[in-house]
């Protein structure tokens, strides 16, 4: 059975969605738009809250760290000096752990390298996400999944063999495994979605629970990701769509986000136990919309019913259902009708 605990929620094939608002970089190297993105998404009935962590020095070459970055979207010069603006140290993570506690909030994030899991791990985060550029890193894997926690693996630009790969690199040394179908685009077009291989991956990993990386801009396609068995579904989130940073445009925002939330809670009960049946909802508009057989026109007693004697008109508040007009022609009435009254079996005798 696929089953695996995210942040002490059980996830598998019958419960709802595990929703986790993706606030990245969103924050923008504020504390306090930090603490406000999770409040916000606390507020929309999220599941968890994932942030992302770099150890800039190590993860970046050199010549990229010192790259020139001067753009709209720029924390800095260069690209170290725009990456290390947007991280949080020890301290601001410990008080953002304590924040989203307070909350009953999971919160943890992406780790980019050994440096940024280490850390994470020591401050016993619920849970590591790995980024879809690192499907390949089969050695970060190997790291991540030592550290014991579950793991939440992005699939974006993978092929069935990179997935393979990464799988069999986590699951001997960790089964606590989530596999996101993803394309790894900002935004991404709704033709790349592919959702059809959520089902792919839930044929190929039948232990394994199965969600989506979403990074469409709207909420209807998580709700089919979740008829097709995602159990998972991570949406960017953002307070401004047009605030400093690349994310912000395609991320949802607080209304977007409780919607979202709302639809996909609904969905198991709107699933139903797949028995047909009349509800007792239904019965005043099919009593108003509903027919009965009537007599067309007064019918005198003894009268062996034609086709035209019997009609079918609303509303059905008793006597017979259309369906029973077959039976009936043919049969003697054994009292007389008056138009528009209501017939019963007991009303029609055989005609000899």
């Known amino acids: 059975m696929r089953e695996l605990v ?6 598998a094939d019958d419960t709802g969605c595990y929703v986790i608002a993706e606030v990245g970089n969103n924050h923008q190297g504020s504390l306090a738009k930090a603490k406000e993105l999770i409040l916000a998404a ?6 968890a809250v994932k942030l992302q962590k770099r150890d800039n020095r190590t993860l970046f070459t050199s010549a990229l760290y010192d790259q020139p970055y001067e753009n709209e979207n720029s924390f800095g010069p260069t690209y170290g000096a725009h990456r290390e603006a947007l991280e949080f140290g020890r301290d601001e993570w410990q008080e953002l752990l304590a924040y989203a506690a307070d909350l009953n909030l999971p919160l943890f994030a992406t780790a980019f390298d050994e440096t940024s899991a280490d850390f994470l791990a020591e401050l016993d985060t619920p849970v590591f996400k790995v980024a879809s550029a690192d499907i390949v890193n089969t050695p970060l894997l190997r790291h991540i999944a030592a550290h014991g926690k579950p793991i939440v693996l992005s699939t974006g630009g993978a092929t069935l063999d990179d997935i393979d ?9 960790n089964s606590q495994l989530c596999v996101l179908q993803c394309t790894a685009a900002y935004p991404v077009e709704v033709e790349e979605l592919n959702l059809a291989v959520i089902t792919t991956l839930r044929e190929r990993y039948p232990e394994v ?3 989506l990386s979403d990074h469409q801009n709207g909420i209807s396609m998580a709700l089919v990701a ?14 401004n769509h047009a605030a400093k940073g690349t994310d912000h445009a395609f991320s949802l925002m607080p209304e977007g986000m409780r ?25 005043g508009p099919l009593v108003k919309m509903g027919k009965k057989l009537v007599a067309a026109r007064a019918l005198d ?11 079918a008109k609303s509303p059905a508040d008793g006597g017979l259902a259309p369906y029973e007009l077959d039976g009936l022609v043919g049969g003697r ?3 007389a009708l008056a138009a528009d009254e209501t017939i019963a079996h007991v009303d029609v005798g055989p005609a000899a």
Do not use: Q
């Open 42 to 47: 606390k507020e929309c009935g999220v599941d």
């Open 6 to 11: 995210l942040g002490g929620t059980r996830v």
């Open 226 to 239: 979740y008829m097709l068995g995602a159990r998972v579904i991570e949406k960017h989130f953002t307070l």
């Open 301 to 311: 007693a003894g009268r062996v019913l034609e086709p035209g004697d019997l009609v």
């Open 333 to 335: 009435l054994v009292r």
């Open 259 to 283: 919607k979202l939330v709302r639809d996909l809670r609904r969905v198991p009960d709107a699933l139903g136990d797949g028995v047909k049946r009349r509800l007792p909802s239904e019965d």
């Open 165 to 173: 790969r990464a799988v069999a690199a986590i699951l001997p040394l």
């Open 209 to 211: 629970v199965i969600g």
